[in-house]
């Protein structure tokens, strides 16, 4: 009966309004990235320790600390529900078996056809470039680069006016009206709330909706709330979930987020942002020829 706005109503704060604007600039980004966007940016972190210290061996079969690290950064191979110990044996013994199956599938005479030297000058070029555009994003995503961002961002935002209020939904006006009459009779408003209020969202925590915005709730119910005081009730209101009773708490201006707060996304659309530069560095001057049309093969056919 109540739509989640009414359940969850925490006003979207100046993060979420920066965060549109950061999405609003990344946007545009995606047309000129669908190449970029498919790279796995994620290369393996150098072992802590010597790189090619042995750390497990199977016969002749030896596994490096530099060969754990690269198959740490496989996306096949996180296994989110394994503990670091556990997903370390599981690398180790792959490791092993990956080797076992190599040396097997090149005796068997794999690996020597021309099909299988494309999939792997593929995969080389993919390699390449992801460690290429790994290295700009590198540079570019620094925390001088996150602060101006943020500092240019948040100066066009506007702190916006809040309140945090409470509300008692019942279906029909008479309830509404005695709900009025036990609060001007001197009852608690959060105890009637957890009593009668049928928005179970907030009727557990007294009605309270917490801070939000104009915008956050449907035109009725904003216009009751950000009319009153803090302290005040409003007389019965009715929305399309039934009818309400408002108490305002307090007024207030959204809070500037803080920079931390903001980081991770900040630094996404730095990210994106040097992908973008290199794609369209590189692409300069190149011009894509189709040579698989449907006229070509018709001229084809012709012939």
Not at 3 to 27: D, K, T
Not at 197 to 211: I, K, M, T, W
Not at 222 to 237: D, I, N, W, Y
């Amino acid at each position: 009966m109540i739509v989640q706005n009414m359940q969850n109503p925490i006003a979207p704060s100046l993060i979420r309004r920066v965060a549109g604007q950061l999405r609003r600039r990344v946007a545009p980004l995606a047309l000129a990235l669908p190449l970029a966007l498919g790279l796995a940016l994620t290369p393996p972190a150098a072992a802590q320790d010597d790189p090619d210290r042995v750390v497990a061996r199977a016969g002749d079969i030896e596994i490096t600390a530099a060969d754990v690290a690269i198959a740490m950064a496989d996306p096949a191979l996180q296994l989110r529900d394994a503990d670091p110990d556990e997903r370390l044996e599981i690398v180790i013994t792959y490791l092993v078996d990956l080797r076992l199956g190599a040396q097997a599938a090149m005796e068997a005479g794999i690996g020597e056809g021309e099909e299988f030297a494309r999939r792997v000058a593929y995969l080389r070029e993919k390699m390449l470039l992801e460690d290429y555009m790994q290295s700009e994003v590198d540079d570019a995503v620094t925390e001088e680069a996150a602060r101006d961002l943020f500092e240019t961002t948040t100066a066009g935002v506007e702190p916006e006016d809040e309140v945090r209020a409470r509300h008692i939904l019942v279906e029909e006006e008479a309830e509404a009206i005695a709900v009025r009459e036990r609060l001007e009779a001197g009852e608690e408003f959060a105890e009637i709330a957890r009593e009668v209020s049928q928005d179970p969202g907030s009727a557990r925590n007294g009605g309270d909706l917490g801070f939000f915005t104009a915008g956050r709730m449907v035109a009725p119910f904003s216009e009751a709330a950000f009319a009153l005081e803090p302290g005040e009730v409003s007389e019965p209101v009715e929305t399309q979930f039934g009818w309400h009773v408002i108490k305002v708490e307090e007024r207030r201006e959204t809070p500037m987020p803080e920079f931390e707060e903001m980081r991770e996304q900040i630094d996404n659309f730095l990210t994106r942002q040097a992908q973008q530069a290199v794609i369209l560095g590189l692409r300069e001057g190149v011009e894509i020829e189709r040579l698989d049309t449907d006229e070509d093969e018709a001229e084809e056919g012709d012939d």
